[in-house]
């Protein structure tokens, strides 16, 4: 063989080798995330940053976002399961799981978490078993919040004479009358069926905090006890008697542009959205946060801890690329990205020993991670919980813009409840 021949034949195996062998070995996942990577919000943008990186380290794997409503999702993914055509990976809230695992549309991730180590399972922030449900590991979060926090416009407070944030339900009307003025609503607290009566079970916070609960032992609606009629009252005074807080049906979204645009200077809501309301127009660090208020300033209420976790479907066409993605979504590496651009909690304990959770920027995020530790509760979504949810968002909507006495409207919402656990049994 001449020089020419040996230089032809090596040209030619050098283009078997490459792209158009990679290419057609390359596994494409569709993964379902409620995060918009043409949203410059900082959560996506975070999103987007942490798939590069693993597509990088990947070449052999491609990651195809297909955007979900986060309302939507579940029922979604449980209809698109049905059809076989679910995606690879979803990214749903970790109170909404149990509906996903009972219509069968994800699969236990067992295979897979068997190799990781002790030492990996305890550098989770919650104890492993608390992920698990009827003792299987179905998703792993990608981040952690605390769906019950209050935030408030810290300028707004300085400009009215106030330095400390509210710790009592007493101290929020008190701070919420100052604030007050036209164009601007000193408290807002989405509690309506809109956007799927999100951020109504935050309520059940306070519950805990007075010795109550949405249910009683035996499973029955527990919401029109004297415990729920003493919060549902508080609320509704601040409607109705301090005026300082909007009367009508507000949802969750709408709420958080009211605070985002600066005609809201207090908000009830969870960790996850504060990033973005910071990103805000003149903004920032002028947002901060604080436990939820109580009815008594040594017993705060007890922290709700949920999450966006990930999960396999049924219809994975290569589970194994699904997991390595997963492994890469809740790596300590990629949770201290998820946390410098998009303001989230990490999941991992080792990802708060990196250098920036000292600095002052990070300063939100250790305050929420120590509020867990001190008396965080996981939020478990029991059968029915949406319907609850829903039913009590109804109540709310019938208090907060008068037409109902709060216990004619919580009676009714138990009685609806109950009704509709009947017709399950």
């Known amino acids: 063989m001449n020089g020419m021949h ?9 283009l078997l080798v490459s792209a158009p062998v990679a290419d057609a070995a390359q596994v494409t996942l569709r993964y379902w995330s409620f995060l918009d990577p043409k949203d410059p919000n900082p959560r996506s943008v975070a999103q987007t940053k942490i798939i590069d990186d693993f597509t990088a380290k990947n070449p052999d794997i491609a990651v ?5 409503h986060w309302s939507k999702m579940v029922s979604m993914l449980i209809t698109a399961a049905g059809a076989g055509q679910a995606p690879d990976v979803a990214l749903i809230h970790s109170s909404r799981m149990p509906m996903a695992i009972e219509a069968g549309a994800v699969v236990p991730l067992d295979p897979y978490v068997i190799a990781l180590t002790e030492r990996q399972k305890k550098d989770f922030l919650l104890p492993f078993e608390a992920m698990m449900y009827q003792k299987h590991l179905y998703s792993l979060p990608w981040e952690h919040r605390v769906e019950s926090i209050l935030m408030y416009r810290k300028d707004l407070f300085e400009k009215a004479g106030m330095d400390a944030a509210p710790r009592t339900w007493t101290e929020v009307e008190q701070a919420a009358r100052k604030l007050t003025a036209p164009n601007l609503w000193g408290f807002v607290w989405a509690l309506s069926r809109k956007d799927a009566a999100a951020n109504v079970k935050i309520l059940e916070s306070l519950y805990w905090s007075l010795g109550g609960d949405f249910y009683g032992p035996d499973g029955t609606a527990a919401v029109n006890s004297p415990v729920g009629v003493r919060i549902a009252q508080t609320i ?8 300082v807080m909007p009367s009508g049906i507000i949802g969750v ?3 958080r542009s009211m605070t985002k645009a600066g005609t ?8 996850q959205v504060v990033g973005s309301i910071q990103a805000g127009k003149g903004i920032g660090r002028n947002l901060r946060t604080t436990p939820l208020p109580s009815f008594d300033a040594s017993r705060p209420a007890p922290a709700i801890v949920a999450g966006q976790t990930l999960a396999i479907s049924r219809d994975a066409k290569d589970p194994k690329a699904a997991w390595r993605f997963i492994e890469h979504m809740i790596s300590p590496a990629a949770q201290i990205i998820n946390a410098r651009i998009g303001q989230n909690m990490p999941t991992r304990r080792s990802a708060y020993e990196d250098p920036w959770f000292r600095t002052e920027e990070a300063s939100d995020l250790v305050a929420w991670k120590n509020y867990i530790i001190a008396g965080g509760r996981p939020y478990e979504s029991v059968e029915l919980s949406d319907f609850m949810n829903d039913s009590l968002a109804q109540a709310y909507e019938e208090i907060l813009t008068g037409r109902a006495p709060v216990k004619d409207a919580l009676d009714r919402a138990a009685v609806r409840f109950n009704e509709r656990q009947k017709q399950g049994k």
Do not use: F, H, N, S
């Open 264 to 271: 809201a200077a207090m908000l009830v809501d969870g960790t």
């Open 253 to 255: 979204e709408e709420a």
């Open 6 to 14: 040996r230089w032809m034949l090596g040209a030619t195996l050098l």
């Open 236 to 243: 509704a005074d601040l409607v109705q008697k301090a005026k």
């Open 64 to 68: 195809k976002v297909e955007v979900v």
